[in-house]
T-cell receptor, first 111, second 114 residues
Framework: QKEVEQNSGPLSVPEGAIASLNCTYS??????FFWYRQYSGKSPELIMFIYSNGDKEDGRFTAQLNKASQYVSLLIRDSQPSDSATYLC???????????FGTGTKLQVIP | NAGVTQTPKFRILKIGQSMTLQCTQDMNHNYMYWYRQDPGMGLKLIYY???????DKGEVPNGYNVSRSTTEDFPLRLELAAPSQTSVYFC?????????????FGEGSRLTVL
């Protein structure tokens, strides 16, 4: 079983819709969870992090964490074409020192 | 601030050659990482370091070596390059107190082994 799993997509949504991206992880001891956005040919950049069960909102982005189900999600409201990118879920694992990434979900926002 | 700087940005190697990818950060971060990213894939951890003089293996360390003699620098050495090492390499750093925090990435080094 992969440590961090994501659907590779592509996930296509129309402009203005809500995009929902999902991630599951295997290490129950994981403490911190991250969503990175990566545009084609660029390096990843952090957009959200969450440590506690529940929701965390930042502008159009909401991260959701359910540790019992080992599930993290990212909601993007009012999706824009500029949101088209690959979204990488990342989890700290193997103690507190390593960050493990999923394979990423490619999001396409259709104008 | 420069942040995380990687050199070179592009390199073509022949099978069996060796090279070093350089990474330096000016943020006084204690943690540094090397990841590789194959086309259409996520990031795989090669090596990481929690401070000068301390390094540890990640998921895919075979064929690579690292050293961390200073806080700022974390070079990645490829010995006897193989086509399987064709990838984009990202160096990242983080300031960590307890739980791992945000990773700051360099722009990447695209390596092709022919």
């Amino acid at each position: 079983q992969k440590e961090v799993e994501q659907n590779s997509g592509p996930l296509s949504v129309p402009e203005g819709a809500i995009a929902s991206l999902n991630c599951t992880y295997s290490d129950r001891g994981s403490q911190s969870f991250f969503w990175y956005r990566q545009y084609s040919g660029k390096s990843p950049e952090l957009i959200m992090f969450i440590y506690s069960n529940g929701d965390k909102e930042d502008g159009r982005f909401t991260a959701q964490l359910n540790k019992a189900s080992q599930y993290v999600s990212l909601l993007i409201r009012d999706s824009q074409p500029s949101d088209s990118a690959t979204y990488l879920c990342a989890v700290n694992s193997g103690g507190y020192q390593k960050v493990t990434f999923g394979t990423g979900t490619k999001l396409q926002v259709i104008p | 601030n420069a942040g995380v700087t990687q050199t070179p940005k592009f390199r073509i190697l022949k099978i069996g050659q060796s090279m070093t990818l350089q990474c330096t950060q000016d943020m006084n971060h204690n943690y540094m990482y090397w990841y590789r990213q194959d086309p259409g894939m996520g990031l795989k951890l090669i090596y990481y370091s929690v401070g000068a003089g301390i390094t540890d293996k990640g998921e895919v360390p075979n064929g690579y070596n690292v050293s961390r003699s200073t806080t700022e620098d974390f070079p990645l050495r490829l010995e006897l390059a193989a086509p399987s090492q064709t990838s984009v390499y990202f160096c990242a750093s983080s300031y960590v107190q307890g739980v791992v925090g945000e990773l700051f990435f360099g722009e990447g080094s695209r390596l092709t082994v022919l």
